[in-house]
Antibody, heavy 118, light 110 residues
Framework: QVQLQESGPGLVKPSETLSLTCTVSGGSMRSYYWSWIRQAPGKGLEWIGYIYYSGSTNYNPSLKSRVTISLDTSKNQFSLKLSSVTAADTAVYHC????????????WGQGTLVIVSS | QSVLTQPPSVSAAPGQKVTISCSGSSSNIGNNYISWYQQLPGTAPKLLIYDNNKRPSGIPDRFSGSKSGTSATLGITGLQTGDEADYYCGTWDSSLSAMIFGGGTKLTVL
């Protein structure tokens, strides 16, 4: 069974860069897209972007200027960097797996709350 | 405001059936597959339906999905108190070039 686990700071100051890592266990990273999705408190889901195991990326246009997703297959990890954060970036950040041939997310991490505050 | 429109809440009694709608447009639901997710309180979303009407292994057949034109529906039969959760639809939007989700529907089993 594939498992995903997010890790990273729970508090980030405004204007700084949010950095999170997702560790994948129980399966290969090959032939999948590895995604970040966030959920602001009491709100719905927002797709941030994903990276294919080959390294190609696709970002939500609304966040594209601030987002970088990278991959380290040797460690079975992928990472999110979101720059110039504001309070509006406060959310639970989930990592998730998207199959190569499907527009859906079949495995999710439990999520990690990141608060943007000084 | 989400591109995909879901009712904020639905409710029904245990054992009954409920449907949750998801309305979009030709740039999303009309030309792409829809998926549905269940989010129990305090947990991560769980895939219920993919490719409009397919169930992943382990999802009971009480859950079903359908699509017609630019709308989709999630159906749940034999409601249980454990089904109380938020439900989200999701799909690719070709105009936005982004994965999008509905605003979510809170299911209450009375």
């Amino acid at each position: 069974q594939v498992q995903l686990q997010e890790s990273g700071p729970g508090l980030v100051k405004p204007s700084e860069t949010l950095s999170l890592t997702c560790t994948v266990s129980g399966g290969s990273m090959r032939s999948y897209y590895w995604s970040w999705i966030r959920q602001a408190p009491g709100k719905g889901l927002e797709w941030i972007g994903y990276i294919y195991y080959s390294g190609s990326t696709n970002y939500n246009p609304s966040l594209k200027s601030r987002v970088t997703i990278s991959l380290d297959t040797s460690k079975n990890q992928f990472s999110l960097k979101l720059s110039s954060v504001t309070a509006a970036d406060t959310a639970v950040y989930h990592c998730a797996r998207r199959p190569r041939d499907g527009d859906y997310f079949d495995f999710w991490g439990q999520g990690t709350l990141v608060i943007v505050s000084s | 405001q989400s591109v995909l429109t879901q009712p904020p809440s639905v409710s029904a009694a245990p054992g009954q059936k409920v449907t949750i709608s998801c309305s979009g447009s030709s740039s999303n639901i009309g030309n792409n597959y829809i998926s549905w997710y269940q989010q129990l309180p305090g947990t991560a979303p769980k895939l219920l339906i993919y490719d409009n009407n397919k169930r992943p292994s382990g999802i009971p057949d009480r859950f079903s999905g359908s699509k017609s034109g630019t709308s989709a529906t999630l159906g749940i039969t034999g409601l249980q108190t454990g089904d109380e959760a938020d439900y989200y639809c999701g799909t690719w939007d070709s105009s936005l070039s982004a994965m999008i989700f509905g605003g979510g529907t809170k299911l209450t089993v009375l």
